[in-house]
């Protein structure tokens, strides 16, 4: 059983893709922000881009305050690539749900309350979906929390399960700068479980894009000259 999306499979073959996540996480630069700019021009409306731009300036401009998490300029490349890939996977462009991809984390890494995303313009819909698919860290890898954790993001729609699974993909083409050890195992572990059948289930050509992501990643682990390379730039 799929859910009805009008889903567009754009992403490259994996290797492809995986080489230009490593490049945009050890090489950072305004390519990102400027292709996604680019990419906005060509498939939204006036107001709708205007709207998608404003929550770019938002994201770009958020003080990461969790030590768990990348540089502003990293986090924010990463927040870019997820909404990318929610605008283009999508033959309707969804602009609630680019938006809410470019500041898909704000709750974790910041001190912004839900309040205050309100009070910045952002809808109910985005400060829902983000509080629900915020994850405790502490509980990370705890299968009783998770399997609350994931019915919530599935009782909320098909929209948030998506950015789910494109926000995971993401992580999940980086993972040859990720040291093999317990915090990848159970990574890659979880992806499976969980994340892999919502990807089957959003539809099926694109649950199995992703599972030969996993398999890949899995089958090439991490490649030391680029973690090296990546630890340098951090």
């Known amino acids: 059983k799929f859910i009805l999306m009008k889903f567009n499979l754009y992403f490259g073959p994996v290797r492809e893709e995986v080489h230009k996540k490593n490049l945009s996480m050890i090489h950072i630069s305004s390519d990102s922000e400027d292709s996604f700019v680019k990419l906005c021009e060509k498939n939204l409306s006036k107001d709708s881009m205007e709207e998608v731009f404003s929550a770019m300036i938002y ?8 030590k768990n998490h990348a540089s502003n300029d990293a986090y924010f490349v990463h927040a870019l690539r997820v909404a990318k890939h929610t605008l283009c996977s999508l033959v309707e462009p969804d602009v609630e749900l680019v938006k809410t991809a470019l500041i898909h984390n704000v709750f974790e890494i910041s001190g912004i309350s839900r309040n205050e995303l309100i009070e910045s313009g952002f809808s109910d819909f985005t400060a829902d979906a983000i509080d629900i698919q915020t994850v405790d860290r502490n509980r990370q890898f ?14 909320f729609g098909p929209r948030l399960m998506l950015l ?12 040859q700068l990720i ?3 317990d915090l990848r195992t159970n990574w890659l ?3 499976k479980d969980y994340i892999l059948p ?5 539809d099926k050509v ?6 030969e992501t996993l398999e890949y990643m899995v089958s090439v682990g991490c490649d030391e000259n680029l973690r090296i390379q990546y630890e340098k730039n951090k």
């Open 59 to 66: 994201s770009k401009s958020i003080d990461i305050t969790d």
């Open 142 to 155: 705890n299968d009783d929390y998770l399997e609350v954790y994931y019915k919530n993001i599935k009782d």
């Open 164 to 175: 789910r699974c494109l926000d995971k993909l993401d992580n999940l083409q980086a993972f």
């Open 179 to 181: 040291p093999e050890g």
């Open 189 to 191: 572990k979880n992806t």
């Open 198 to 202: 919502m990807a089957k289930e959003i």
């Open 206 to 211: 694109f649950g199995d894009y992703f599972l």
